[in-house]
């Protein structure tokens, strides 16, 4: 059993509690453990790096010095969370000054920030570590019936010089897990582009016109669900669609899996015991 | 091997060019032309483009001049990537084409169009201009042209990528939130901005916050990355647009906007619990009057889903939340030090 540091983000603790409740049920199936890091605080949300620039990296040292303290990388499964822990990490490791003040505040809490845990998405672990093969040989239920439409999110590819994984133009990670999992999956425009997420509260419609124009594009192209490693992707897809639909002018609707219930429900789990129905939009 | 990699590997093919057509004087809409020509490796594809233009068919419209990644008047949409032709290699293109041997040109997009491939600049233009976006020298008139006006090496490294841009609009043409609503800045007018305002020698700075704060400004920038993974110079874009928030908040107190409240309600949360306390997160950023309009037909569905998140007194802070407070606290008092020393220079 690989174990890894689970980081909890806040919005899978409060809004998309689906999206830990699903991992908790199938990890152990697929030979990992994500061990909850209670200590974690939150990453900053893509805000707290301007808001002060040293809180932010002094917070998320702190997060990655409890993964390395337990010997584990640290495993996030929201994008944003995984982009702003990483752009931290690469901060504080191309800054020794910064890295040893930071330390110096850290050490009350007897920690230290050293560098040596990697900062992962679940996705990437799913495939370096699990391995497709191993997700094919256990998947009890192919999404064969399903025609998918891919929703990377922004903060999982861009900027590449903090995530580094995927090619941002032409991502395939999420399109072969998929895969894997019996799925087939869609070409569609959108499949990298942005949810409108992180300025819903601040400038509403144009939150709104962006995730309406992937949804549009997504159901023209006759998918039958979205599928997205993020949650604050899901909560806008989701939870804002009718509103994002209907302020465009649009009709319809289809509904949108966290991946980590789409590994579930290939591995034979229910919708109910995931957490699907939760959604806002039902299938 | 494969038959795709045998292709590539020859120094000479046949390779399409899908290219955007539209004559506004003469076409009801747009549409797009296949020019198939044979290329060799090494060929960009302004080049080709030119080669078109000269010997199939002089009607095709493009903008170009310098043909050596200076001037940015080529930038256009390659394989559906904004990007300059006089720096794009038609072997490189080929490699990610959707269809094999084809590659598809279009103009960028969020300007308006004026003739196949070729997009107004005037918007940009404009807005460089709403947002004052020049040097407005510190030094009295009188002293002009007497009297160096010196920038340390120090205060110019602020801003050196930024003065890299050569306006191409290629990140203009990958925004959100540009395609989403045509009245926002654009992340080449923040980078811009951002520019002038570190400028020791500039005296607008404030009245240039001011203006980037309102409606359609640096607040409205979704945090896509899309600029910055587009930009040809590789100018690190979100640093600058995030430089003006910083200095929104931090610096000047330019606090009251929905963006900076939104923003410092995460260094709130986190200093307090650990956590975000989403509940009341809509609420602190624009109000109660806002959040009943907007937000209540939603929460009804939420609460039938349970899907809420918890009130404030039962968001669960963090495990060593007190050490962590302490923690916080020593950082501020580091944070206030810095801006002393800096206040004092």
């Given amino acids: ?283 | 091997m494969t038959d795709s990699t045998v292709q590539h590997n020859e120094d000479k093919r046949d390779v399409t060019f899908r290219v955007h057509r539209f004559n506004p004087q003469v076409d009801s809409k747009p549409y797009h032309d296949d020019y198939t020509i044979k290329i060799e490796k090494g060929i960009t594809v302004l080049r080709a483009l030119n080669y078109i233009k000269e010997h199939v068919d002089p009607s095709l419209t493009l903008r170009a001049f310098c043909q050596a990644g200076i001037c940015g008047s080529c930038a256009m949409r390659i394989n559906n990537m904004s990007k300059l032709a006089c720096t794009t290699q038609v072997w490189d293109e080929l490699d990610k084409a959707r269809e094999p041997g084809v590659i598809k040109v279009d103009p960028l997009r969020n300007l308006p169009l004026i003739k196949d491939l070729v997009v107004e600049m005037d918007p940009l233009v404009g807005k460089m201009e709403h947002y004052s976006n020049w040097i407005d020298s510190k030094m009295p008139e009188e002293q002009w042209g007497k009297k160096e006006f010196l920038v340390s090496e120090e205060e110019f490294v602020k801003y050196d990528k930024a003065t890299d841009c050569i306006l191409c609009a290629s990140c203009v043409s990958e925004c959100t939130i540009l395609r989403a609503n045509r009245e926002y800045v654009s992340p080449a007018v923040l980078l811009k901005s951002y520019r002038m305002n570190v400028d020791t020698r500039d005296a607008s700075h404030d009245l240039r916050l001011a203006e980037l704060v309102k409606d359609h400004g640096v607040w409205d920038c979704t945090h896509c990355y899309r600029c910055q993974e587009s930009c040809v110079k590789h100018i690190p874009i979100m640093d600058a647009i995030h430089g003006i928030r910083e200095d929104a908040i931090e610096r000047r107190g330019v606090k009251d906007t929905s963006g900076a409240r939104h923003a410092e309600a995460f260094m709130d949360d986190i200093a307090r619990k650990g956590k975000l306390v989403e509940a009341t997160l809509p609420i602190r950023t624009n109000g109660v009057g806002w959040t009943l309009k907007n937000l209540l037909p939603m929460a009804v569905k939420m609460v039938i889903k349970r899907r809420t998140p918890p009130p404030p007194p039962l968001v669960k802070a963090s495990k060593g939340i007190e050490k962590f407070r302490e923690e916080f606290r020593e950082m501020s008092g580091h944070v206030a030090k810095d801006h002393e020393k800096k206040s004092g220079e």
């Avoid at chain 1, 931290?88 to 330390?103: G, Y």
């Avoid at chain 1, 219930?261 to 591995?267: D, K, N, P, S």
């Fill in chain 1, 1 to 283: 059993m690989k174990r890894y540091a689970y980081y909890q983000s806040c919005i899978n603790e409060s809004m998309t509690r689906e999206v830990d409740r699903s991992i908790q049920l199938w990890q152990h199936d697929l030979g990992i453990e994500m061990v909850k890091l209670h200590e974690s605080t939150c990453c900053g949300g893509s805000n707290l790096d301007y808001v002060s620039p040293k809180h932010f990296a002094l917070v998320n040292a702190r997060n990655i010095a409890y993964a390395e303290k337990m010997g584990l990388d640290l495993v996030v499964s929201c994008n944003t969370c995984l982009m702003t822990i990483r752009s931290a990490k690469k901060k504080l490791d191309e800054s020794p000054e910064l890295k040893d003040e930071v330390n110096g505040i850290l050490k009350q809490e007897g920690l230290e920030y050293r560098g040596t845990s990697e900062v992962r998405h679940l996705l990437w672990v799913l495939i370096e570590d699990v391995g497709l093969d191993a997700i094919r040989q256990k998947v009890k239920t192919p999404l064969g019936n399903m025609r998918i439409a891919p929703f990377y999110g922004c903060h999982i590819l861009r900027p590449s010089s903090v995530l580094g994984k995927d090619n941002p133009l032409e991502p395939t990670s999420l399109d072969l897990l998929l895969g894997a999992l019996g799925g087939s999956t869609i070409h569609y425009d959108h499949k990298n582009r942005c949810c409108g997420f992180h300025t819903l509260l601040v400038a509403e419609e144009e939150s709104l016109n962006v995730a309406a124009e992937a949804l549009k594009e997504a159901m023209d192209e006759h998918a039958d669900c979205i599928v997205t490693p993020c949650p604050l992707c899901h909560t806008v897809l989701d939870g804002y669609q009718s509103k994002a639909l209907r302020k465009n002018g649009l009709r319809g609707s289809i509904p949108v899996y966290h991946l980590s219930e789409v590994v579930g429900l290939a591995l034979g789990y229910s919708e109910r015991d995931l957490g699907i129905r939760r959604h806002i939009v039902t299938a």
